[in-house]
């Protein structure tokens, strides 16, 4: 090898140019990941009734309204992903910190999946690939539909959702549709599909309302036939009456005496 090589100064400038463009390299891939998992985390929130798609654009917190969809306590993201910034330069401590990050969002994904007709297989497609999930789940024709089996974590007040924030939907099905048991207990929940967005129940009939009268000539349905009475059995017969002996016939009476005569007068 040319010992001069290591003093040129074309040689230091080539290297110098080649970190720069891998620099430059990252942080284009990092913006483009971070506008598209935007964008599609904003289309998902779209699905679930949040209010205001600024929510979406905002890092951590688009992540957290995300665990807060998937029955997490939002501030378990926020604990993990500052952690993961103050202690990720320590070796061992920022890489556990870093795994348990990635967990929390992957049991999000899970139960938004699950409210998007996303069988739990889907997670697989998360681990490796999470911007192809979330995209797949902004643009299919899935249906946010909170009636699913509760999470398992949902009797846990560490993990379990019990934060309340104006323009996030609580995870509770809409009236008239099926409750989670987690959150109403004994309650039913078949699966169902929320009706679309800006559907309107039609009204009810005014008062006096009267509904229209049967055609003419319509076939009137013949009365019902009265009930008819048990059947009485008929009564076991009667044994014969034994009839009576005759009766005995009566003894002749005996003949009177005649009577003495009587003696001659004098």
Request: net charge neutral; hydrophobic share 50%.
């Amino acid at each position: 090898m040319n010992p001069h090589l290591y003093t040129d100064p074309s040689y230091g400038g080539a290297i110098i140019a080649a970190y720069i463009g891998v620099v430059i390299f990252s942080i284009i891939i990092g913006i483009a990941a971070y506008v598209l998992s935007s964008w599609f985390l904003m289309k998902i929130f779209d699905k679930a009734g949040v209010q205001g798609r600024w929510r979406a654009w905002v890092p951590v917190y688009n992540f957290m309204v995300f665990s807060k969809l998937g029955d997490l306590s939002p501030w378990l993201i926020l604990i993990a992903i500052g952690g993961s910034i103050v202690l990720g330069w320590i070796p061992v401590i920022g890489w556990i910190i870093g795994i348990a990050s990635f967990l929390l969002t992957l049991l999000a994904a899970w139960r938004v999946g699950l409210k998007l007709q996303k069988e739990a297989v889907w997670l697989i497609l998360y681990f490796f690939l999470s911007i192809v999930w979330l995209g797949i789940n902004a643009f299919d024709k899935s249906r946010w539909n909170t009636a699913i089996p509760a999470a398992p974590w949902a009797g846990n007040g560490f993990l379990s959702d019990r934060t309340t924030w104006a323009g996030i939907p609580s995870q509770v099905p809409a009236g008239g549709y099926p409750a989670n048991p987690a959150t109403q207990p004994g309650y039913a929940a078949p699966g169902a599909y929320p009706p679309p967005a800006g559907y309107q129940p039609p009204p009810a009939p005014p008062a006096g309302y009267q509904p229209p009268a049967a055609p003419a000539g319509a076939p009137v349905p013949p009365p019902a036939a009265a009930p008819v009475p048990p059947v009485v059995p008929p009564a076991a017969p009667q044994s014969p009456v034994t009839p009576e002996p005759p009766a005995a016939p009566e003894s002749p009476a005996a003949p009177e005496p005649p009577a003495a005569p009587e003696e001659p007068k004098a």
